[in-house]
């Protein structure tokens, strides 16, 4: 019984520590509206300007900056360096306050540091899934548009304005922002397709492209390509349906089939117990 107790006891501080953790994590990186962008001052940037000269990688810097740049934030590499020293310092720091034992806090240190780094590529996935999401409704969108007779920059700005705030109107935006730059409807396009990892939307930037050299008609080239988006969206909630199958599995024997087993045996285990 001793080791029983001890065991969730462990269980549950170190649920404790993880709730601790993730309102100091929360704390630290929301932005606090009406002071500007923290994101490129302040002390996380200050530490950061330091590190990024001495003590960082060129490689790991790069990387950064490409998880930056997919994930659509306006944040400095500067800002990510210095937190994560700064959340790596606060966990082990906690941790050899409580406990005292070094390989743990170390563990924790280098957990904290992976923390910003791993917060990043969350985002790139969260924005690769919300494109993926959005782009069928929004080629459907443009293909009655353009085939009404509008043009397609008209019906870009129309899309813009009418839509909902999302990844892939922001994505829009900044296209259109590039043609009133200057830029022709293929720089833009290819310009469009670098700044996400996206596959899918990278296809349908591919496709336009070729429908403009070789003289496609634009309607045709945007209803082929909403009609494939679509199918796939609905191949991958499929897939995802199946899947949830699998995965409900661990519940049901570790938490449910338990709870079972004791209301329905358990009475009689008492009995017998009594009678022996």
Same mark, same amino acid.
Request: charged share 25%; aromatic share 10%; proline share 3%.
């Given at each position: 019984?001793?080791?029983?107790? +001890?065991?969730?006891?462990?269980?549950?501080?170190?649920?404790?520590?993880?709730? *601790?953790?993730?309102?100091? !994590? +929360?704390?630290? %990186?929301?932005?606090?509206?009406?002071?500007?962008?923290? !994101?490129?001052?302040?002390? !996380?940037?200050?530490?950061?300007?330091?590190?990024?000269?001495?003590? *960082?990688?060129?490689?790991?810097? @790069?990387?950064?900056? =490409?998880?930056?740049?997919?994930?659509?934030?306006?944040?400095?590499? =500067? !800002?990510?360096?210095?937190?994560?020293?700064?959340?790596?310092?606060?966990?082990?720091?906690?941790?050899? /306050?409580?406990?005292?034992?070094?390989?743990?806090?170390?563990? &924790? $240190?280098?957990?904290?540091?992976?923390?910003?780094?791993?917060?990043?590529?969350?985002?790139?996935?969260?924005?690769?899934?919300?494109?993926?999401?959005?782009?069928?409704?929004?080629?459907?969108?443009? %293909?009655?548009?353009?085939?009404?007779?509008?043009?397609?920059?008209? @019906?870009?700005?129309?899309?813009?304005?009418?839509?909902?705030? $999302?990844?892939?109107?922001?994505?829009?935006?900044?296209?259109?922002?590039?043609?009133? &730059? $200057? +830029?022709?409807?293929? =720089?833009?396009?290819? @310009?469009?397709?670098?700044?996400?990892?996206?596959?899918?939307?990278?296809?349908?930037? %591919?496709? &336009?492209?070729?429908?403009?050299?070789?003289?496609? =008609?634009?309607?045709? %080239?945007?209803?082929?390509?909403?009609?494939?988006?679509?199918?796939?969206? /609905?191949?991958?909630?499929?897939?995802?349906?199946?899947?949830?199958?699998?995965?409900?599995?661990?519940?049901?024997?570790?938490?449910?089939?338990?709870?079972?087993?004791?209301?329905?045996?358990?009475?009689?285990?008492?009995?017998? @117990?009594?009678?022996?």
């Amino acid at each position: 019984m001793g080791i029983f107790f +001890k065991f969730f006891g462990i269980l549950f501080a170190g649920l404790a520590i993880g709730r *601790v953790v993730f309102l100091f !994590y +929360k704390l630290l %990186t929301d932005k606090k509206p009406g002071r500007g962008n923290k !994101y490129n001052s302040g002390i !996380y940037y200050q530490l950061g300007t330091l590190l990024i000269g001495k003590l *960082v990688k060129e490689k790991e810097i @790069a990387q950064l900056r =490409e998880l930056i740049r997919l994930s659509g934030r306006d944040i400095s590499v =500067e !800002y990510i360096l210095g937190k994560r020293v700064v959340l790596a310092l606060i966990l082990f720091c906690a941790w050899m /306050f409580m406990t005292k034992k070094l390989f743990f806090g170390i563990i &924790l $240190g280098i957990g904290g540091y992976m923390l910003p780094y791993l917060d990043l590529k969350l985002m790139v996935q969260k924005r690769r899934d919300a494109i993926f999401l959005q782009l069928p409704d929004v080629l459907d969108m443009l %293909t009655i548009l353009v085939e009404s007779g509008m043009d397609f920059a008209m @019906a870009i700005d129309r899309i813009i304005k009418r839509f909902q705030r $999302g990844v892939m109107i922001e994505e829009l935006d900044k296209f259109q922002q590039d043609l009133l &730059l $200057g +830029k022709s409807r293929i =720089e833009s396009l290819r @310009a469009l397709s670098r700044r996400n990892d996206s596959p899918d939307l990278s296809e349908v930037c %591919t496709n &336009l492209i070729q429908s403009q050299i070789m003289g496609s =008609e634009l309607g045709e %080239t945007l209803r082929r390509q909403a009609e494939i988006m679509r199918n796939r969206r /609905f191949m991958r909630a499929e897939e995802k349906a199946q899947a949830s199958t699998v995965k409900i599995i661990f519940p049901i024997v570790f938490f449910i089939m338990p709870a079972l087993f004791i209301l329905v045996f358990g009475p009689a285990i008492l009995q017998l @117990a009594q009678l022996m």
